[in-house]
Every structure is written in C-alpha cells, then in structure tokens.
C-alpha cells in the first residue's frame, strides 16, 4: 500500500467503482437491470434517425442510473463490513482478551499479600513490602497500557480481515455473473473460517509477548519514581506517552502481536475453525487451491500490517485510548490540590482504567471510539479497495 492516508481517502470509493465500473455494473445487476434490453425494442418502431438518438440517450441514463446503483451498493456493502466488526466480530473476542490479560498481568496476590502485611506487620519485612509495592506500581501501569494497546491491535486486525474478506466475497460474485464459464474457484468456507481464525492468535498467544515488551518498558519510564511522590493529571498522561514512546520504538514488531511468524494458527485455534468448517463443508481440510488462496489473504493482511498507513492510524487510535482512560482518571483529581496526588494512590484507579477498556463487549465506549474516528474509516476504505485490485486482474 503506497496511496497516503487522508480523511478523503473514505470518498474515494465513488472514484474506485468507476475505475471497475465493469465488475460493479454486474454486482449491481442482482438488484436491478436488464431493462435496457426493453428499452431497445421498445423504440424499433421510430424512424432509424431518432431511434438511435433516443436509444443513446436513454442508454446514457440507464448507465448513469445503474452506476449510481453499483456505487450505493458498493458503499453500503462497505458500511456493513465495519457494523459487523463493532457489533459482533470485535465484541465476541473482547471477553477472551480480557481473560488472558488478567492471568498474565494478575494484581490480586499482590494486594493480598499487602493487606495481609498491612493487618500482620510481622509478616512483611520492610524490603518486602517495598518490593510488592515496586511491582504493584509496574504492574498497574502494564495493565493498561497492554489493555489500551490489545484492544487498538485488535480492532484494527479484525477490520483488516473483514474487510479484505469481503472485498474478495464481493468480487467473487461478480466474478461469477460476468464470466459464467470462468473456471476461477471461488473462497471456499474453509479458507474464510481458517483466516478469520487468526483473530484470535493476539490474545491465545502473541498477549504474552506484548505483556513482556510493555512490562520492560513500564520498568524503564518508572525506575526510580517515588510511590510519595505527587503527580498532576499531565504528569500521568506524560508516563503514559514514555511507554508509549518506548514501544514505538520497535514499530516493526506490532504484526507479531497478532499473526505467528509461520502463519500457522495454534492446534487448538486450528481445530476450532475446522470445526466452524465441518459444519458447511464435510471436507475441513484445506485442498491445494485453497491453501494457495489462505496464503494470498496472509500475505495481504502482513502487506498491511507492515504499512507506513496502518502505524499512522495505529497511533491515531492509541491517542484516543489514552485520551478516554486520561477522562476516566480526571474524576480523580477534582477537589484536588494542585500539588498532585501520590503514585501510590493512584495505582488502583491506573489499574482499574484497564478494566474498564475491555468490560461490557456490546456497550464498550472504547470501542465506539474507535468506530467513531474518521482516520479508521479512511484506513478501511484503503484496505477495502486496495485489497481487491488482484481480484480484479
């Protein structure tokens, strides 16, 4: 992908059809045509001057009428794809990424243990306590942050995946209408149930690399800073912009995140969308062809993954979490002196904030954030038309 990403790039859809305005007339054609063929005869009684004349004209209009058609149904077929990402694909995996987060980054021993020193001072050393304090403050910060990070990749992954998923769906068909005889094989219901399988590599398995790489750089920004210490409302955005600077670092490593380095999903997400396939297609496993296909779908999806475009809109999404967990923490500070408000205290509400960002999957404000941000929308329409220029050669 080499076209910048502007706002307007989401308009550009109009432009792309007419560019393939051949394969979208016969798209169109499912819900509406074939009356030019009425038209012709209906005029074969004029005189051969004016028929032509008003054939032309009247074949000029059905054409503009059947590409405003092929273009109110390209854009609502685009629309759809990204309902179905915010209403049901994203929010059906959420509860499993907030599962995993909290068993790899678990504060409840950590309380535990602190109220239990606090209750019984003789069961904690001083050196203890400072110790679980140190490893309370990094965990908190970890927490959210990979809550912020997780939920940003994986919005953006799935939408990837619809959306070149649905390009090729879409032009499969008319693929089919235009050329009845083609021997091109469609995507089987195999091959879309193995590539949608890949949303869940993030939180069965690439979470855990993402937890490491955040822990060491929550270590990093807060070595030496005080639990006494007060820290004002810019002061916590300013640490969450270090670590987030920490991890830009290494942009080139976000992809590992959600897609193995092999493109072969884990046993247990392998099975499950061989099973998700059994229940169309008594044959789950992958023939040649299909196999060939998942490949080109991979290799699509890292082509983007790996895109000067996706890193930009990444950010862009990153900013808003961090902007809805800053309004989150506001409340914190109302009453407040100006002084700040102590690491110590504030570790619980940090904590929380990363909860928040994955709870309640149908009513996640997060989520109708990130639905709501236009350079989203733009990022999609680039994926959504791009994605498809090999499906129209």
């Not at 219901?189 to 929550?218: C, E, N, S």
């Not at 023939?287 to 991979?298: K, W």
Request: aromatic fraction near 8%.
């Amino acid at each position: 992908m080499t076209t910048p990403l502007h706002i307007t790039c989401y308009y550009d859809l109009k432009a792309w059809a007419k560019k393939h305005r051949r394969s979208l007339l016969v798209a169109a054609g499912l819900v509406g045509g074939g009356t030019a063929v009425y038209y012709g005869f209906r005029y074969l009684g004029l005189t051969s001057q004016a028929r032509k004349e008003r054939e032309a004209a009247r074949a000029a209009l059905l054409q503009r009428e059947a590409e405003d058609r092929a273009e109110a149904q390209l854009q609502s077929h685009f629309e759809s794809i990204q309902r179905i990402s915010d209403t049901t694909t994203l929010p059906s995996v959420l509860p499993h990424l907030k599962a995993s987060l909290f068993s790899k980054v678990d504060l409840s021993g950590l309380t535990d243990k602190l109220i239990l020193g606090k209750e019984d001072p003789q069961l904690l050393s001083q050196r203890d306590k400072v110790q679980l304090w140190q490893e309370l403050k990094t965990l908190s910060f970890a927490r959210t942050v990979c809550a912020m990070s997780a939920l940003s990749l994986l919005d953006l992954f799935i939408r990837i995946q619809l959306n070149i998923l649905g390009r090729h769906v879409y032009f499969d068909t008319a693929r089919d209408l235009m050329n009845p005889g083609d021997p091109h094989v469609p995507l089987s219901m195999g091959v879309q149930h193995k590539f949608i399988a890949f949303a869940g590599y993030l939180h069965y398995k690439g979470l855990a690399t993402l937890v490491a790489d955040i822990y060491k750089a929550v270590e990093i920004v807060l070595r030496g800073k005080q639990l006494k210490e007060p820290y004002t409302l810019d002061d916590l955005r300013d640490v969450f912009m270090r670590i987030r600077a920490a991890l830009d670092s290494k942009r080139s490593a976000w992809v590992q995140y959600v897609l193995p380095p092999d493109n072969v999903l884990p046993d247990e997400l392998a099975a499950g969308s061989s099973s998700a396939a059994d229940a169309s297609n008594p044959v789950a496993d992958l023939a040649s062809h299909d196999s060939e296909v998942l490949d080109q779908l991979m290799k699509e999806t890292r082509a983007v993954l790996a895109s000067n475009e996706f890193h930009e809109v990444l950010a862009v999404c990153l900013d808003a979490m961090l902007d809805g967990v800053m309004e989150e923490l506001y409340t914190l500070y109302r009453g407040s002196s100006d002084n700040g408000i102590p690491l110590a205290k504030l570790l619980p509400p940090v904590a929380g904030a990363g909860s928040t960002l994955l709870e309640h999957p149908d009513e996640n404000r997060f989520i109708r954030i990130l639905a709501s941000l236009q350079q989203v929308h733009a990022f999609c329409a680039l994926v959504y038309t791009n994605s498809s220029e090999e499906a129209m050669a």
